[in-house]
Structures are given as C-alpha cells and as structure tokens.
C-alpha cells in the first residue's frame, strides 16, 4: 500500500477530514491517503499574509508525518510551503492550484477562477504567471461577503459559486473555471455536475497530478 499525505495549511481538522474524503475517492487501489492540519493559524486562509505564515507549517507537517509517504498533496489555493516540501522531499508533490489550473488551461482552453477570497485575487494572478498561464487567464470572479462565514453554509456556498462560476464563463469568456480552494472541495465537486464547461475541482486535480508524477517519478528510478 502506498502512502498520500495530504497537507491542509489550514488548522481545521474538520476541513482536513473533508480534503481527505475527496481525495480518497480518487485514489486507485493501492493506494491510502491521510492528512496533517496546520498547528497554528485560521481556520481558513483568506489572504496573503495568512498564506505566506502557513509556508512553515506544511513543511513541518512534511517533516513530522510525510517521512514514508510516497507523494505529498498541498491542499491549499495558493500552493504555500510547495517549494519547501519539492525541496526536502524528493518524493512528488501537487499543490491545489497549480494542479487545477494545469489542468483547466489543457489545450489552450482560457480559463477562470470563481472563489470567495478577495484578498487573494493578487495571489492567485500571479501564480496563473507563474506557471505560464498569464495568456489564458481570464481573471477572478468572487462571491460576496465574509469567506469564513459563507463557507460555513454548504447550500449558499455552493449558489454563490454557482453565480461566480456563470460570470467566469458569460463575462469573461472562460472556458473551464476553477473553484478556488481546497475548504471549497465539496463544492466545487457538486458544481462541477451542474455545468457544460469544465469546473475544475481542485483536490481530485492534484489527486490526478500526483498520480501522474508518481508514474514518471517510478520509471525514472526503475
């Protein structure tokens, strides 16, 4: 049996029992999946300076639990700490967003992010640059009000999204939008039922990206 250590960079536990769930469900036979939530920090990152302070804390949950593991997850949009984990891991490792947007941007298609954090519209631009993506990057659509308070209502996350999701595709010309954070996985896998165009749920995209890595990283040492 082969082990996944998903990282949440979050300090939920509950939020981490959900990410753990979803990428469960994605894993072939042979594969087990557990997960590390941050020791310190909110609850759910909702902006830069929370993403920056969560970098550490995956690399500790890397050091204390993902000795053994034969691939890492981090399931947090923005991808903090992935550079450290590829650093000290040597073991394939997928973050959240550069896996969904990966995968929205296959075959030149222009794609979108619907989320519900403003304040990490910046961020979330720069790594769509960071990953080459600049020219296909349709911008951000975001749900109103509070993050926190939202995601704790599943039904009215999930509409707001929803809405998000509708402007990606009808005013910004998307053609496949990504939901915006692991604490959104639900979601985003109930929307991705509800529209034509690709909805990239992001935990079983890094699931899938991990996989992929796994197979070349297995030849490359065979």
Not at 84 to 105: N, Q, T
Not at 136 to 163: C, F, K, M, N, S
Not at 192 to 220: C, E, H, K, N, S
Request: negative net charge; aromatic residues 4%; proline residues 6%.
């Amino acid at each position: 049996m082969r082990h996944i250590l998903l990282i949440n960079p979050n300090s939920s536990t509950a939020t981490t029992e959900m990410m753990v769930a979803i990428a469960a469900a994605e894993l072939p036979p042979g594969f087990s999946v557990s997960g590390a939530s941050a020791r310190s920090g909110p609850g759910m990152i909702v902006n830069s300076a929370e993403l920056e302070a969560a970098a550490p804390e995956v690399e500790r949950n890397w050091q204390e639990f993902g000795r053994h593991s034969a691939g890492v997850i981090v399931s947090a949009f923005g991808d903090p700490g992935i550079e450290r984990v590829r650093a000290a891991g040597k073991v394939p490792v997928a973050g959240i967003c550069e896996a969904s947007m990966l995968e929205a941007a296959q075959g030149g298609r222009r794609f979108g992010v619907a989320t519900v954090t403003p304040e990490l519209a910046e961020a979330i631009a720069a790594k769509a640059q960071q990953l080459g993506l600049g020219g296909l990057y349709t911008g951000i659509r975001l749900t109103a009000g509070d993050p926190r308070v939202l995601a704790a209502d599943p039904l009215a996350l999930e509409e707001a999204l929803a809405q998000s999701v509708r402007e990606c595709v009808e005013l910004d010309g998307a053609q496949a939008v990504v939901i915006g954070g692991g604490p959104l996985g639900q979601a985003a896998i109930a929307l991705a039922r509800r529209f034509t165009v690709p909805v990239i749920a992001p935990i079983p995209a890094a699931v899938r990206d991990l996989l992929r890595q796994l197979d070349v990283f297995d030849t490359a040492v065979a």
